[in-house]
């Protein structure tokens, strides 16, 4: 399990623009108080990271890191690859998590992955680049990891593989 999370820490394309990071130890319940909370520098304590990991081993624990990676974002003065927060989660497997997940991460707003329908046709290659991002960090943690189970999911209502089959028909469009 340990190890499984030091390989996930190593493969994540963390940000090199916005390298800070908050590292957070909870057991038993997310409701029980931290037992460790900590800021890091990252890529250079990255191994410390993994080291308090082990400090802390346990099959009730959560270790909860919040980070950033960069991802193409509007921004006043147009578009520009930027560091978009993230949650990776690794939880132990008594630590209670709503669908029984070793491994979440949890990397940002959909609205940096799927365009609104009112988006310029000349904007969907920033969304493009963030959802091969994705598709290239799980297939990453997919293959390092050998993962019984991957699921991308949304909190938006609507269809998620609907949305996405939008960009890519909008996409053909383009290149028509």
Known sequence: MHRNFAVALRKFPFSTQAPQCYFRVSAVDPSEPALLEQ?????????E????????RSADACFELEAFWDLWQEKPEGWRLVPGRVNLFFHGPDYPTELGESIRYELGIEAQFIPDKDQ???????????????????????????LADRKLWSEAPQ???ERLRFLSDSSSTLRN
Do not use: G
């Open 39 to 47: 800021v890091y520098q990252l890529p250079e304590q990255l191994e």
């Open 159 to 161: 269809n998620l593989a």
């Open 120 to 146: 310029p046709a000349e904007v969907l290659n920033f969304f493009q680049s963030n959802i091969k991002s994705l598709l290239r960090l799980s297939a990453d943690a997919a293959s390092a990891l050998r």
């Open 49 to 56: 990271i993994v080291e308090d990991m082990e400090k802390w």
